[in-house]
């Protein structure tokens, strides 16, 4: 049996104020709920619909792993990532809308 990758992912509010770090196995469905303010109490209390950051891994395991890791940095790192994939913080939500 194949193990199910993951995706670990970075959602923001509009003003790009506020960061969240999660991961996922479906990174489609979980960028909707999300975007509809079904994700995280977190997410949905300080509008973080935007998908600004994803990265995939071949197992959730280690996306989990990541994100813990990821969690624990300092926001200038955070910033520094992101701007590597997604230079102008653009909202990616159509980009991962039809993944299946």
């Not at 079904?38 to 995939?56: A, N, P, Q, R």
């Not at 989990?64 to 990616?92: H, S």
Request: overall charge positive; hydrophobic content about 30%; proline content about 1%.
């Amino acid at each position: 049996m194949t193990a199910k990758g993951g995706y670990v992912y970075i959602q923001s509010n509009f003003s790009r104020s506020v960061l969240y770090v999660g991961s996922t196995s479906n990174l489609c469905n979980r960028s909707f709920q999300h975007k509809n303010g079904e994700g995280s109490e977190f997410t949905t209390t300080y509008k973080c619909t935007d998908l600004i950051y994803y990265e995939f891994h071949k197992t959730i395991d280690k996306a989990i792993l990541r994100e813990r890791r990821i969690k624990k940095w300092k926001r200038e790192w955070k910033i520094n990532l992101i701007k590597e994939m997604n230079p102008t913080f653009r909202d990616l939500y159509d980009e991962v809308a039809d993944m299946k």
